[in-house]
């Protein structure tokens, strides 16, 4: 498999940086609170399979500018469109959503998302992605599909958020459609912490920085067994953890540890 520099690549319709081992994707439309397009969907979509292929890029911090994370799908840009779109349209666009979430779950590299201010629709559900989420008290956060005659059901979110928040709190969100103040959504297990809002991006980046300078392929191999674990019955899991933690065992940065340990230093992983 070819290899892809993550500090070459060069997404057109959000910003991307790359710091170190870390990358900091920014959902740039302030004006508009950072809402989506096809073209945004799309770039984003790519963008995380090609991290798949990299070895320069650890961990990602996703984020938007002007104080918000983002609005969800762009009404006039997204929404008017699919109102006058068939069935086999509407099911691409669907599909292309969906393998966002499924690009960002099988990439190796740990996500953390910083949200302050509104999160909404599709802007949560890719916050809902991430292996971790900072939020601030004045982030609102709402999974806001059945104000526009919408199921919940949306890019995987009845897959997800109730394995985060739990199934009645799902369930509430998604029929009612409210915004989820930033302190409940700390409260209920959405966000890991709340954070002042202009600290929030160098927090998570440090988070993740914190996360990439530890072994990467370990922890490539924690997030996919997690995501793999949720349909396997506990015999089935305990046996692929079994095979899961073996394989690290072989890594030159268990060795390091160990090394490091009885010399009485701290590891420095290198991720192989």
Known sequence: MKTVQAAALRPT???????????????????????????????????????????????????????????????????????KMDMPALMRFTRMTGDL???????????????????????ACITMAADLRYGTERSKVGFL??????????MG???????????????????????MPGTQAHDWGFFNDLVAHDALLSYAQDKAREIA????????????????????????AIEHEAQAQAICMQTKDFTRAFEAFAAKQSPVFEGN
């Not at 599909?145 to 949306?154: E, N, P, Y």
């Not at 979110?157 to 915004?179: D, K």
């Not at 990467?216 to 997030?223: D, E, P, R, V």
Request: aromatic share 8%; charged share 20%; proline share 5%.
């Open 13 to 83: 319709h959000f910003d991307w940086q790359v710091d170190g081992t870390v990358a900091t994707i920014t959902l740039n439309r302030p004006e508009k609170k950072n809402p989506l397009t096809f073209e945004s969907y799309a770039e984003l979509r790519d963008t995380f399979r090609d991290l798949a292929t990299t070895d320069d890029v650890r961990t990602v911090v996703i984020t938007g500018a002007g104080g918000n994370f983002s609005s969800g799908g762009d009404v006039h840009e997204i929404i008017g469109p699919l109102t």
């Open 101 to 123: 979430v499924k690009a960002m779950r099988d990439c190796p590299q740990v996500i953390v998302a910083a949200v302050d201010g509104i999160c909404a629709g599709a802007g």
């Open 145 to 154: 599909f059945a104000r526009v005659g919408l199921a919940g059901c949306d």
């Open 157 to 179: 979110a009845c897959a997800i958020l109730p394995r985060l928040i739990g199934h009645g709190r799902a369930a509430e969100l998604f029929y009612s459609g409210r915004m």
């Open 213 to 236: 300078n530890g072994p990467f392929f370990a922890h490539s191999m924690t997030k996919r067994m997690m995501d793999q674990e949720w349909s396997m019955p506990l015999g089935e």
